[in-house]
């Protein structure tokens, strides 16, 4: 199929990258997650232009990438800001307080849930259940999650991102299929 749109490059350290994780599959559509966070991490999202090169170096269709760039919450195809943190708001996190989590976070940031700060730093959403139900009220920002949330351990995370460092996330999660 034929696009009129740039060409989409990834940088010479996330191609090695790319190569190691097709590499280490048995199969190269296997690698279509881990090489769409790639693409996320140095783009902030997943262009068009992406997404035909995912096609072209996988020999997946479009409507795939498209499948899971919907399906999981995580996965942006528009420019975003910088951090997108996503509450859970589903009934096992509910019960512990993430009510009063989104309050704070809506509070400490001024803005409201579905909403950007207006110096395009902070995004904030709530979100269906991000499986960590037993350790809620969670939130998760791109691959880091954090449990148990508190309104001071919420502020400790917005203070170590406002000074540019992704806070020490309680898990890590790859996201790999
Ligand atoms: S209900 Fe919140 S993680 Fe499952």
């Not at 034929?2 to 990834?10: I, N």
């Not at 809506?106 to 269906?128: C, M, S, Y």
């Not at 001071?152 to 992704?166: Q, T, Y």
């Amino acid at each position: 199929m034929t696009h009129d749109r740039p060409a989409f490059v990834l940088s010479d350290a996330a191609m090695r990258e790319f190569h190691r994780l097709v590499e280490r599959y048995p199969t190269k559509e296997s690698a279509l997650m881990p090489a769409m966070w790639l693409i996320q991490d140095q783009e902030g999202h997943i262009p068009p232009e992406a997404v035909d090169w995912l096609v072209e170096q996988l020999g997946v269709s479009h409507s795939r990438v498209w499948e899971l760039m919907s399906f999981y919450t995580m996965f942006r195809s528009e420019p975003q800001p910088e951090h997108v943190l996503q509450v859970c708001h589903n009934i096992s996190c509910h019960i512990v307080g993430a009510r009063s989590i989104l309050d704070h976070l809506q509070h400490r940031l001024g803005i409201g849930v579905g909403e950007r700060t207006p110096d395009g730093k902070f995004a904030l959403e709530g979100v269906e259940c991000l499986a960590a139900c037993g350790m809620g009220p969670a939130l998760q920002l791109g691959k880091h999650f954090y449990e148990h949330l508190t309104p001071e351990k919420v502020d400790r995370i917005l203070e170590s991102l406002r000074n540019g460092n992704i806070p020490r996330a309680d898990t890590d999660r790859e996201l790999a299929e």
